[in-house]
C-alpha cells in the first residue's frame, strides 16, 4: 500500500528556517504529482506547494510569496519542502500528499494523505 511519511518538523522562532522531507512508497513515485498541505487550528487545510512527476513544474499557495521552496528527488522518492522566513502564522501541521494533478489546489484532488508533521513557529 502506499505510505507517505513526513519528517523535519518542530519548533522555530518566526524567521527561522526548516525544512520537511516526505518518504514514499507503495507508488511508482516518479509518475505521481506531490504537494505538501497545511491545516492550521481552526482553519481549513490549504495547499503549500504543488510538484508535478517530473519536478519540472510547480504550484504555490498564493500566501508562500517566494519564502518555500518544493523539491523532489525521484531516485530516492522523497519530496520535501525547505521553508524561510517562517512567522506564526505558518503554524500548522503539514502533510504530504498525492495529487491527481500538479496544479490541483483542493483535498478533493488528494490521491493519499501522510500522516502530518507539527511545525510551530513561536513569535
Known amino acids: 500500500q502506499v505510505q507517505l511519511v513526513e519528517s523535519g518538523g518542530g519548533l522555530v522562532e518566526a524567521g527561522g528556517s526548516l525544512r520537511l522531507s516526505c518518504a514514499a512508497s507503495?507508488?511508482?513515485?516518479?509518475?505521481?504529482?506531490m504537494a505538501w498541505f497545511r491545516q492550521a487550528p481552526g482553519k481549513q487545510r490549504e495547499l503549500v506547494a504543488g510538484?508535478?512527476?517530473?519536478?519540472?513544474?510547480?504550484n504555490y499557495g498564493d500566501f508562500v510569496k517566494g519564502r518555500f521552496t518544493i523539491s523532489r528527488d525521484n531516485a530516492k522518492k522523497t519530496v520535501d519542502l525547505q521553508m524561510t522566513s517562517l512567522q506564526p502564522e505558518d503554524t500548522a501541521i503539514y502533510s504530504c500528499?498525492?495529487?491527481?494533478?500538479?496544479?490541483?489546489?483542493?483535498?478533493?484532488?488528494?490521491?493519499?494523505w501522510g500522516q502530518g508533521t507539527q511545525v510551530t513557529v513561536s513569535s
Open positions: 510538484m508535478s512527476a517530473g519536478g519540472r513544474l510547480t
Open positions: 507503495g507508488l511508482t513515485f516518479s509518475s505521481a504529482a
Open positions: 500528499a498525492v495529487l491527481r494533478f500538479y496544479a490541483s489546489r483542493g483535498s478533493e484532488d488528494v490521491r493519499y
